[in-house]
């Protein structure tokens, strides 16, 4: 059985979907803190700070693996600090700490390009690096890195981890993160026909269609643990652009479509992480390959976005 925490979020949501697929409905565990609609199997309110609550929902579905998605990311726990660090911090080591005593067998976390920072190599950015992170968030998964590596030496515990560039998807709005401009614009687009930018024109960022990190997450869970060199997290590349790109590629589709640009504190943030991401270690290892590129990305985006709208 298999536990998805944070399933309300904008990767948990596809995540279930996808797992309910391979492994069937039955078997596939969603969670958050507030019950979701349009459940198509099992479903339990967790606040991932609960530790009882957890090991009550383990112990009752003989829950083996876990997907461990609940944190605050990086424009939002800016503002809650504390808390940030608590919740991304904590509930990590609840679900470690299951497998360290071998009530679970594997584990998924999410890191993030936000472990980087300033006197990291931005471009091409290398699987060991520099990574100096200048926020909460990305101080917390730096941290959340090292204890997944510690677990994995000290306990045999199998975690495995990507640091997800930025992901677009269709299927939620926008969470908090530095990287959301990239989902917002398109809902902007189809509403507004305009959109306002809190980056700069030309803000390279590492980017990544959601339906590539979702399969990049469960072939990498799929993979055999000896072909797992890595126990701190993988970089993941991606689809590497500026806003005045993805604009232009927007343009190609809605031609009336404007944007301008208003730049705030989100601008300080991306400006210390990489604008693209080498992600050979992820190759080598777990054979991974991205599928979409900033076209197709976009041409998919404003077509699954208009049939919802339509619905």
């Known amino acids: 059985m298999i536990l998805v925490i944070g399933a309300g979020g904008q990767v948990g949501q596809e995540l279930v979907f996808n797992l309910r697929e391979i492994y ?29 609550r957890l090991h009550e929902i383990v112990a009752k579905y003989k829950i083996k693996e876990v997907y461990h998605l609940a944190a605050l990311l990086s424009a939002t726990a800016e ?36 472990v980087f920072g300033p006197n990291t190599p931005r471009d091409n950015t290398p699987q060991h690096t520099v990574t100096d992170p200048t926020t909460v968030y990305g101080i917390s998964k730096l941290a959340g890195e ?18 997800y560039p930025g992901l677009i998807g269709y299927k939620t709005l926008p969470g908090g993160g530095t990287t959301d401009y990239a989902v917002d614009i398109y809902h902007q687009a189809l509403a507004e026909g305009k959109y306002e930018c809190f980056l700069k024109e030309n803000a390279y960022l590492p980017m990544m269609y959601m339906e590539d990190a979702i399969r990049a997450t469960i072939e990498l869970m799929q993979s055999d643990s000896d072909k797992i060199s890595i126990r701190s997290s993988y970089n993941l590349g991606g689809i590497s652009f500026s806003p005045k790109e993805i604009a232009a590629a927007i343009k190609k589709e809605i031609p009336s479509f404007t944007i301008s640009y208003n730049p705030d504190f989100r601008q300080k943030i991306a400006e210390s992480w990489p604008s693209s991401i080498d992600d050979s270690q992820a190759q080598k290892d777990w054979n991974w390959k991205m599928k979409y590129d900033l076209d197709n990305m976009t041409i998919d985006m404003l077509s699954q976005l208009k049939k919802m709208k339509a619905l």
């Open 146 to 163: 090292r204890w997944c590596e510690y677990y994995a030496k000290n306990y045999g515990v199998d975690v495995r981890s990507i640091r």
């Open 79 to 114: 503002k809650q600090p504390k808390f940030g660090w608590e919740l991304n911090m904590d509930s990590l080591f609840y679900v470690l700490d299951l497998a360290k005593d071998k009530i679970i067998d594997k584990i998924f976390w999410p890191s993030s390009i936000a």
């Open 24 to 52: 069937g409905n039955d078997k596939v565990v969603a969670s958050d803190l507030r019950e979701l609609q349009d459940q198509s199997g099992p479903f339990e309110v967790l606040n991932a700070l609960d530790k009882n």
